[in-house]
């Protein structure tokens, strides 16, 4: 857990006794390669923070087609937010692209954290600007630029991509097909 610890004292100013309440009831867990770590139709309530692995976030639709909206790399906090937040069932599943270890941080420690922490809440805020920026950027990315232009810019906001994700994921991903971008990498050479 020493890896949320540095995380979270860069992010806020706080103890070390702040951070051992915080995470007292948080577990570190490894997941396999395709494993499933949040299901829809179950109300999330778990954040996790990846110490290391790859996380893909998709949605399958009613033809049963699979879709990559997110992936969350080391370093990074990924739950279905919104779901979590209001104590819905989630739509989304998180899926280890590889071996993937996390914090996983329960519901309670959350709502302790937001209570009890001194800068709780400015962690909240900043964990959520982030995601929003992330989320506004990709709807721009989708409309105001090409295929080409998505696929050139997806190693800035996910580095080493191309080494560690299915080409079909990234093709799902960027809202194209395996074969469309099997032409935009050829289109490279």
Not at 68 to 73: K, P, Q, R, V
Not at 82 to 107: G, M
Not at 141 to 164: C, E, G, L, W
């Amino acid at each position: 857990m020493e890896q949320l610890r540095q995380v979270m004292r860069q992010m806020i100013n706080v103890s070390d006794e702040e951070l051992d309440n915080f995470l007292k009831s948080a577990a570190t867990k490894t997941y396999k390669r395709q494993e499933t770590l949040s299901k829809p139709e179950h109300i999330p309530n778990e954040i996790f923070f990846i110490n290391k692995g790859l996380i893909r976030v998709l949605i399958t639709d009613n033809e049963g087609v699979e879709h990559s909206i997110h992936f969350s790399l080391e370093n990074q906090f990924i739950a279905d937010y919104s779901n979590f937040i209001q104590k819905k069932p989630s739509i989304y599943s998180l899926q280890a692209v590889e071996e993937t270890e996390v914090v996983a941080i329960p519901r309670a420690a959350i709502d302790w954290g937001y209570q009890h922490l001194k800068e709780g809440q400015k962690m909240g805020r900043l964990i959520a600007e982030f995601y929003f920026i992330y989320q506004d950027d990709r709807i721009k990315n989708m409309y105001a630029r090409t295929p080409k232009q998505r696929y050139d810019s997806i190693t800035d906001v996910f580095p080493n991509i191309h080494n560690r994700v299915p080409q079909h994921m990234i093709a799902s991903y960027l809202g194209i097909t395996a074969v469309h971008l099997s032409r935009l990498k050829k289109s490279d050479i």
